[in-house]
């Protein structure tokens, strides 16, 4: 019932910038934590960024700096702000939502993933 609609994705130059966008859609799914991961071709899911109900953020080392990582939960959506990207930026971009329900207290809830391509 719950899903989160991602958008923002796209092929952009290296220095250029993006931003992603992602909503968690079910009028009963309370988020308390909003994150971005992304995962290039040959390699793990790696944490980018995390928002917390409080708006406390925390952003990894690699995109500090660069990325800022904002959201409204009101709406249920985090930003994800890149700036200066570079080709080891490329990846699929995955949105990641926990929050609860009415019949769940603790639910995690991931995006389809958007494709980021940087080049170079």
């Known amino acids: 019932q719950v899903q989160l609609v991602e958008s923002g994705g796209g092929v952009v130059q290296a220095g250029g910038s993006l931003r992603l966008s992602c909503s968690a859609s079910g009028s009963t799914f309370r988020v308390y934590l909003m994150a971005w991961y992304r995962q290039a071709p040959g390699k793990q899911r790696d944490w980018v960024g995390t928002?917390?109900?409080?708006?406390?953020?925390n952003l990894a080392d690699s995109v500090k700096g660069r990325f800022t990582i904002s959201g409204d939960s009101t709406k249920n959506t985090v930003i994800l702000q890149m700036n200066s990207l570079t080709a080891e930026d490329t990846a699929v971009y995955y949105c990641?939502?926990?929050?609860?329900?009415?019949?769940?207290?603790?639910?995690?809830?991931w995006g389809q993933g958007t494709r980021v391509t940087v080049s170079s």
């Open positions: 990641n939502a926990r929050g609860s329900t009415y019949d769940s207290s603790d639910l995690e809830v």
């Open positions: 928002i917390h109900s409080g708006s406390l953020t």
